[in-house]
């Protein structure tokens, strides 16, 4: 990589030649890739969730049986050639509602992540940024939900709400995840703002939001990505905890947290009913987790060799 | 006599990934007792890592490939890069001794002054523990720490920069080292403690007769302290000896060019400063040939090929260069003289000096 | 039509008896420990500094690592607020303006940063560095814009074919460069430049030297130069002021200052400067002062200087304070005894 050859030449002046003149190659996104696909666990995780993507569109318009028919076979029955997975208590086909529930999990966690994302970002920007009264009155609020347990709150927000639909179960975990993302935004704003790139873009005239989406978002990408890669496990984790406590999406949508909930009770007679989505939302879990650490650490400068 | 310091073809390379970067790639000089001796080039040029293969203290993925560091004047040196690591602890700190850039990076930030700096001997036998706790003081005396009896019980962060940096002088000094190798001792600092650190120096080098190597970018600090100079390009050396000579009479391009592209305080605002052009080589990736041909405006086909040895160009100078300023100076008359930047002299005539505004500036209201 | 020859540098004023920027009494206190109640002190980084910028002129400002140049240049340049006093650009008080006035007025004050590693956005790529302050202000569009970053680049010895790199991709000396486009590419009158070079190795040094003094000359610009360095104030500078502990200590043409310091400080600053010539080092005697520069927490009383000063007197260094005044035609000193060292 040949940097600039000055062709700005003084009045008799010499040039130099370029030829051997070389930059700083590789940017911190190539160099973080490269770290990234050279850690295997990491590249694990990322397999996984790919295969969970895939099967999650399939799901949409092909499973091998409609997901919510019941009777298909015996209740309870093993697992076999035409139900690799078993029957539920119902007679539901298990690999079809895995299949869905896969759907389901990912639009719980990606729906939170991004949501929660969204309300972390503006509020840690806002803090962090203008400080003052503004911080002191988001901190506060950060402080003060902190001490509400997250289960109470969704509970009275799906009270309150009056209904179990997937949307509003992502709105009421978003309402409950956003703090460690507002907290992570503030203090990267509040250490990006006072350097001297944003101070030069506030010497050049840059607007507020300029400052705030041009040069300070942009640079706390990288940890605002690896805390969003923690939300989406979290927020899958906590909508199978309230569909097993029955306040999650209702039935019949398949949600593995309700899947569990619905083969423990015949957990000593069929344990593949519990078993089954039990290790999907694991394998899952652990291989978002996998890659989250897998990012954390690529994008860490200080892993950088 | 022999010399107390003998570096012979001395190569340091990193092995790195994406290729060998040769850091230190075959440099000989040497330093004789009591000399003072300056190793000059600009960042990566190599000089920290000249000083570090000499302690045998080489950042990983550094390590010493080639050639021979010999010590000691008394008839037996020993070759530092074949140390035990017992000997080489025994080595460092008591033999010879080294001070870097940042005084506050290198001392302990819990531990008070005056412990660290007897640490630093009981660390050898040259004292016994009784002497050694008798010496803090002088010691700190020595490097001029106000109040010294009274301020051994105080930690670094008490103190300020350039009396931080003389704890470092006091510790390096404190076995009476025959050579002291100073890495950038003034950089971080002001220039009235610079020449505070300057002036002790150059007055511990002539009362303890202690050997020193002063590592500096700055030519000027070289000027005010050494009787030698080595001066570094790309991990080389480029060109060596005296400094009287060098600066009166440099002969290679690159140390030329440098001193004319300094501003300096002794000549009054003048048109133009010489630039060097071009960058500094990338040493993962260093041009063939001469490693200064990208840059030098006096370059002929044969230093794109082939690079210079390090030639003896007069009495006790050394150059690599196929050319020399000597020659240029006949052969390249006009590029010598497009080059060359007059300094006024000064006081001479202040009125005509300081002609301002300058007439001939575009837009300058004509008086 | 070029930046050049645009009717802006056109109708420019270089009249060095003329104030451009007048500093009026400026202080600059940063705040620290403050507790509950209120109470706490305050670094005085900046404390009652006043001084002109003459059009077209460049004033050097030195002095010693945290003397307060960095804080009153940003002052000036309106990125730190004052804690009082005016600074007076064009006829108007910059110190109260605030949003879009201020932000208005930027077009024509402009800063170049002493590190040109942390002052570009890692983010952003040279165009669009470069591009920006065109963008803040409306000024130009699409093939416009991008015709003016061209020619700014030009200008400053970029090669225009690396407009789509990032600011990692550059070195040192090249980074500078960009710095100095951005800043040129609003076509301002003055420029703040805070140790342009510092950063610098010292073979690239002079090209930036160099290319800020071409640049003065081709738009008229006027330069607060700050640096540590004097050798390079000296030659860049028609006027040298000296600050000290959050004071300007001395101010006078160039040629005054460096033949004929008034002030001690001074007078010991450039003593101890090497200069790179054996035969004239050996020949300099270096007035070596005393101990360090004290906190700008609670500064000496009378002289800041007394507790270093080689001729101090007592009890009246330490306790009057010495205007800052002329001595000997416009050139200004604060001390009681200046000259007499
Ligand atoms: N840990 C390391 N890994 C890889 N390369 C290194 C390492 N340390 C130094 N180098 C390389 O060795 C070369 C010489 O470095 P050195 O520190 O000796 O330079 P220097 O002359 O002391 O520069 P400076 O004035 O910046 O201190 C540099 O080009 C650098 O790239
Ligand atoms: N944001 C801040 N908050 C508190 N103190 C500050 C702040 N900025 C600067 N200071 C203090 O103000 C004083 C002056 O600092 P300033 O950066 O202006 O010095 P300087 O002359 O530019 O020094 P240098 O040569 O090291 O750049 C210092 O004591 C510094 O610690
Ligand atoms: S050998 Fe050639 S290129 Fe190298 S310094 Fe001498 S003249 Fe210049
Ligand atoms: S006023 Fe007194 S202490 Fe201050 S500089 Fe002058 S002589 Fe020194
Ligand atoms: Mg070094
Ligand atoms: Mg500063």
């Known amino acids: 990589m040949a940097t600039a050859p000055s062709d700005y030449v003084f009045q008799d002046e010499f040039t130099a030649d370029s030829t051997y003149e070389t930059g700083e190659a590789v940017s911190l996104w190539k160099d973080a890739w490269r770290r990234l696909t050279s850690n295997y666990f990491a590249l694990f995780g990322l397999a996984v969730i790919v295969l969970l993507l895939l099967v999650a569109i399939v799901s949409q318009f092909w499973t091998p049986y409609p997901t919510w028919k019941q009777g298909i076979g015996p209740t309870y029955g093993g697992p076999s050639a035409a139900h690799p997975f078993g029957l539920d208590q119902v007679g539901r086909d298990i690999l079809s509602r895995l299949m869905g529930g896969a759907a389901i999990a990912l639009a719980v966690g990606l729906g939170t992540a991004l949501l929660s994302s969204i309300i972390g970002i503006a509020l840690g920007l806002l803090a962090g940024f203008y400080r003052g009264w503004v911080d002191t009155v988001i901190s506060l609020l950060i402080n003060v939900w902190y001490g509400i347990p997250d289960l109470l709150v969704v509970m009275l927000f799906v009270v309150i709400i009056n209904s179990r639909e997937l949307k509003w179960i992502i709105v009421a975990i978003s309402i409950t995840a956003w703090l460690n993302m507002a907290r992570l935004v503030r203090g990267q704003t509040l250490a990006l703002r006072e350097r001297e790139f944003v101070e030069a873009a506030r010497s050049i005239g840059t607007r507020d939001v300029g400052l705030l989406t041009r040069h300070i978002l942009p640079n706390a990408l990288g940890p605002i990505i690896v805390q969003a890669t923690y939300l989406i496990p979290a927020a899958i984790l906590f909508e199978a905890f309230l569909s097993f406590l029955g306040l999650g999406a209702p039935p019949p949508e398949p949600s593995w947290g309700a899947m569990c909930a619905e083969g423990y009770k015949s957990l000593q007679l069929a344990a593949h009913v519990t078993l089954v989505p039990a290790f999907a939302l694991a394998i899952t879990l652990i291989a978002l987790n996998a890659f989250g650490d897998g990012l954390r650490d690529a994008l860490d400068p200080r892993m950088r060799r | ?367 | 039509m070029t930046l050049e020859a645009s009717p802006e540098v056109e109708s420019r004023v270089v009249d060095k008896q003329l104030a451009l920027v007048s500093v009026e009494d400026v202080t600059k206190h940063f705040p620290i420990g403050a507790g509950l109640l209120g109470g706490g002190s305050a670094v005085r980084a900046v404390d009652g500094v006043s001084f002109e910028v003459r059009a077209g002129e460049t004033l050097g400002l030195v002095g010693e690592s945290g003397c307060g140049k960095s804080t009153l240049g940003r002052v000036i340049a309106q990125l730190h607020p004052a804690t009082s006093g005016k600074v007076i650009f064009q006829g108007q008080d910059l110190v109260p303006m605030r949003g879009e006035k201020l932000r208005r007025m930027r077009q024509e004050l402009q800063m170049i940063f002493q590190d040109p590693y942390a002052s570009l956005n890692p983010r952003m790529t040279v165009g669009e560095i470069i591009g920006e302050p065109l963008k803040n202000f409306g000024l130009a569009r699409g093939k416009e814009r991008s015709n003016r970053v061209h020619e700014v680049m030009r200008t400053c010895g970029l090669n225009p074919n690396f407009l789509n790199r990032y600011p990692h991709e550059f070195s040192g000396g090249q980074r500078q460069r960009i710095g100095i486009a951005r800043a040129l590419v609003l076509n301002p009158t003055f420029i703040v430049a805070d140790e342009p070079i510092s950063a610098l190795d010292v073979s690239i040094q002079a090209q930036i030297v160099n290319l800020m003094e071409d640049l003065q000359n081709r738009f008229k610009l006027t330069y607060l130069f700050i640096a540590h360095d004097l050798s390079v104030v000296r030659h860049l500078s028609d006027r040298v002021a000296v600050m000290y502990l959050g004071k300007i200590m001395e101010i006078a043409d160039s040629h005054s200052i460096y033949e004929n310091p008034l002030h001690p400080y001074t007078k010991a600053l450039l003593s101890s400067i090497p200069i790179p010539d054996p035969d004239l080092e050996a020949k300099r005697q270096p007035i070596l002062l005393q101990g360090e520069i004290p906190s700008p927490v609670n500064p000496p009383s009378g002289c800041r200087f007394h507790t270093r000063c080689p001729i101090a007197q007592f009890p009246i260094c330490s306790e009057q304070v010495p205007p800052l005044e002329s001595k000997v035609d416009g050139h200004l000193a604060a001390c009681h005894f200046a000259g007499q060292l």
């Open chain 2, 1 to 367: 006599m022999a010399p107390l310091l003998q570096v012979e073809d001395l190569k340091t390379y990193f092995h790195l990934r994406d290729g060998v970067v040769k850091a230190v790639d075959g440099i000989t000089f040497h330093v004789d007792k009591g000399e003072t001796v300056g190793i000059v080039g600009e960042s990566g040029s190599g000089k920290s890592i000249t000083s570090l293969s000499i302690m045998r203290l080489v950042p990983e993925p550094g390590r010493i490939v080639h050639g021979r560091i010999l010590f000691g004047a008394d008839g037996q040196p020993k070759d530092v890069v074949k140390m035990t690591d017992e000997e080489i602890r025994d080595f460092r700190g008591s033999d010879v001794s080294m001070i870097f850039q940042d005084p506050m990076t290198s001392l302990n930030p819990v531990l008070k002054v005056g412990f660290q700096v007897r640490e630093a001997m009981s660390a050898h036998d040259r004292f016994s523990d009784e002497q050694s706790k008798a010496r803090v003081v002088p010691l700190l005396k020595k490097v001029r720490i106000p109040g010294a009896a009274d301020r051994t019980k105080a930690y670094p962060h008490q103190f300020s920069g350039g009396m931080r940096q003389r704890v470092m002088i006091a510790m390096g000094l404190s076995n009476e080292p025959s050579l002291l190798i100073a890495d950038e001792p003034t950089t971080a600092l002001d220039v009235t403690v610079q020449a505070q650190i300057l002036e002790l120096l150059r007055d511990l080098n002539r009362e303890m007769g202690t050997a020193i190597i002063l590592i500096t970018h700055n030519l000027a600090v070289v000027a005010s302290l050494c009787t030698r100079v080595v001066v570094m390009y790309a991990g080389r050396i480029v060109e060596e000896g005296y400094t009287r000579d060098i600066f009166k009479n440099p002969q290679h391009p690159y140390t030329w060019s440098l001193l004319r592209s300094m501003p300096r305080l002794d000549a009054a605002r003048h048109s133009k400063l010489l630039t060097i052009s071009g960058l500094p080589p990338d040493m993962s990736n260093p041009p063939p040939g001469c490693k200064f041909h990208p840059r030098c405006r006096f370059r002929v086909d044969r230093c794109l090929e082939e690079e210079p040895p390090l030639g003896e160009v007069g009495p006790n100078q050394y150059a690599r260069c196929w050319v020399l300023m000597q020659n240029a100076l006949v052969t390249q008359p006009e590029k010598a003289a497009a080059a060359e930047v007059p300094i006024p002299p000064l006081s001479a005539e202040p009125a005509q000096i300081d002609q301002r505004p300058d007439p001939d500036r575009p837009g300058a209201v004509k008086a």
